[in-house]
């Protein structure tokens, strides 16, 4: 089987998405030596930088840049990745980021990695209001079958989409192994040193826009400011319709408290959950909620939104709030802060649960997805619905 794979969102900046791609793509074809793989990149953008490293490394790959098109995604996946495509004669392509080619004589997957157009409302502009109207009514149905990251995002695409159960596989992400408990003082020590951290912290990891909810904790935290020594570390820079969230933090005169680091490579953030003293996850909205896993995986106690697919990922591991209640959010800071019990109770369920949400587990699932829509995978593979955390 040849698989065909678009690598547009092959970028860790991109967030979610782009670290999904990296991951998926790499566990594949860590995993499958037997069928041939045909990556396809964009001449535009990060991703045609890393153009020649998978291939070095497995023979039964073949990266291959499109011809020149305008530097607009859907018109790349649209217009370019089909001639490769059928030049290329694969039998699935797979695109781990947005859309499936209108027209193909070939078998497509795709994944949809949420669906808060609907559930929450006026978070995007027009343009991506527009993008989003033609996913839902076109490309998402086009699929041969589509991937959902949890069991909220299966039940949106039924009911808002109207797309048919029997086309949706649920696949839960995985999470790299390098997120882990770590002991070794001069690797903290030195992460501590880099991003100039405080002895005693509380993290936060995303960027900031109204769907992150980063109003209510910064509300939260002013209730608790003189109940602990902590600083605020927020990992991630200003997406959108922020302005609000960021005024907010002058009034509640918690600026001095709050410490913004942009960016941290994803290498690099084990070292930065494992000295937190707890990582919060206030979010309105999470298709799966990948970085508390990562949370959980390094050890670190989570305090999270009882919101969308947030409790069901990280189940009993986290302690859950309402995420429309600041004193809520602040008492399960608190609680993890101050009682040792459920703190170490919260350390052990994490990492324990943490163990199965692995990038080869995703990878053999979609795996086996690719061949049963090509029609390839025997008899008890075509049976496979995928495990259960």
Request: charged fraction near 25%; include cysteine; glycine fraction near 6%.
């Given at each position: 089987?040849?698989?065909?794979?678009?690598?547009?969102?092959?970028?860790?900046?991109?967030?979610?998405?782009?670290?999904?791609?990296?991951?998926?793509?790499?566990?594949?074809?860590?995993?499958?030596?037997?069928?041939?793989?045909?990556?396809?990149?964009?001449?535009?953008?990060?991703?045609?930088?890393?153009?020649?490293?998978?291939?070095?490394?497995?023979?039964?790959?073949?990266?291959?840049?499109?011809?020149?098109?305008?530097?607009?995604?859907?018109?790349?996946?649209?217009?370019?990745?089909?001639?490769?495509?059928?030049?290329?004669?694969?039998?699935?392509?797979?695109n781990p980021f947005w859309?499936?080619?209108?027209?193909?004589?070939?078998?497509?997957?795709?994944?949809?990695?949420?669906?808060?157009?609907?559930?929450?409302?006026?978070?995007?502009?027009?343009?991506?209001?527009?993008?989003?109207?033609?996913?839902?009514?076109?490309?998402?149905?086009?699929?041969?079958?589509?991937?959902?990251?949890?069991?909220?995002?299966?039940?949106?695409?039924?009911?808002?989409?109207?797309?048919?159960?029997?086309?949706?596989?649920?696949?839960?992400?995985?999470?790299?192994?390098?997120?882990?408990?770590?002991?070794?003082?001069?690797?903290?020590?030195?992460?501590?040193?880099?991003?100039?951290?405080?002895?005693?912290?509380?993290?936060?990891?995303?960027?900031?826009?109204?769907?992150?909810?980063?109003?209510?904790?910064?509300?939260?935290?002013?209730?608790?400011?003189?109940?602990?020594?902590?600083?605020?570390?927020?990992?991630?820079?200003?997406?959108?319709?922020?302005?609000?969230?960021?005024?907010?933090?002058?009034?509640?005169?918690?600026?001095?408290?709050?410490?913004?680091?942009?960016?941290?490579?994803?290498?690099?953030?084990?070292?930065?959950y494992n000295l937190a003293?707890?990582?919060?996850?206030?979010?309105?909205?999470?298709?799966?909620?990948?970085?508390?896993?990562?949370?959980?995986?390094?050890?670190?106690?989570?305090?999270?939104?009882?919101?969308?697919?947030?409790?069901?990922?990280?189940?009993?591991?986290?302690?859950?709030?309402?995420?429309?209640?600041?004193?809520?959010?602040?008492?399960?800071?608190?609680?993890?802060?101050?009682?040792?019990?459920?703190?170490?109770?919260?350390?052990?369920?994490?990492?324990?649960?943490?163990?199965?949400?692995?990038?080869?587990?995703?990878?053999?699932?979609?795996?086996?997805?690719?061949?049963?829509?090509?029609?390839?995978?025997?008899?008890?593979e075509r049976g496979y619905?995928?495990?259960?955390?």
């Open positions: 089987m040849r698989i065909g794979i678009t690598m547009l969102s092959h970028d860790s900046s991109w967030g979610g998405p782009g670290i999904y791609t990296k991951e998926i793509v790499r566990s594949l074809l860590d995993i499958d030596d037997r069928n041939e793989y045909v990556l396809i990149y964009p001449r535009f953008g990060l991703t045609d930088r890393n153009l020649g490293q998978y291939s070095a490394e497995h023979g039964n790959v073949t990266e291959v840049a499109t011809a020149w098109t305008p530097s607009l995604g859907t018109l790349w996946e649209q217009l370019a990745v089909p001639r490769v495509a059928r030049r290329r004669a694969i039998d699935v392509l797979f859309s499936v080619p209108f027209f193909a004589n070939y078998k497509t997957v795709m994944i949809v990695h949420n669906t808060e157009f609907h559930t929450i409302p006026n978070v995007y502009d027009w343009r991506r209001q527009l993008e989003w109207t033609l996913h839902q009514r076109v490309w998402i149905h086009r699929a041969d079958a589509v991937i959902s990251i949890s069991n909220v995002i299966t039940e949106d695409l039924v009911k808002y989409v109207q797309l048919p159960r029997e086309k949706i596989r649920l696949i839960y992400h995985g999470c790299h192994e390098r997120f882990r408990h770590i002991e070794d003082p001069s690797a903290l020590a030195g992460a501590r040193k880099k991003y100039r951290l405080p002895e005693k912290f509380l993290l936060y990891v995303g960027m900031i826009f109204p769907q992150k909810n980063f109003i209510n904790l910064a509300r939260a935290f002013h209730l608790i400011r003189e109940k602990i020594p902590h600083e605020l570390v927020v990992i991630g820079k200003p997406r959108w319709k922020y302005a609000r969230e960021l005024e907010l933090l002058d009034e509640l005169e918690i600026r001095g408290r709050v410490r913004f680091i942009e960016y941290v490579p994803n290498e690099e953030l084990p070292e930065i003293d707890c990582f919060i996850y206030p979010s309105l909205y999470e298709a799966f909620g990948l970085a508390g896993v990562e949370a959980l995986a390094c050890g670190c106690p989570v305090a999270a939104a009882r919101a969308a697919a947030i409790p069901e990922v990280l189940g009993d591991a986290a302690l859950l709030f309402d995420p429309h209640d600041p004193e809520d959010i602040a008492r399960c800071i608190m609680t993890l802060l101050e009682d040792e019990r459920i703190r170490a109770d919260c350390v052990r369920k994490g990492l324990e649960r943490a163990r199965f949400f692995t990038w080869k587990r995703a990878a053999a699932e979609t795996l086996r997805l690719l061949e049963d829509v090509v029609g390839t995978a025997s008899r008890s619905r995928g495990s259960r955390p």
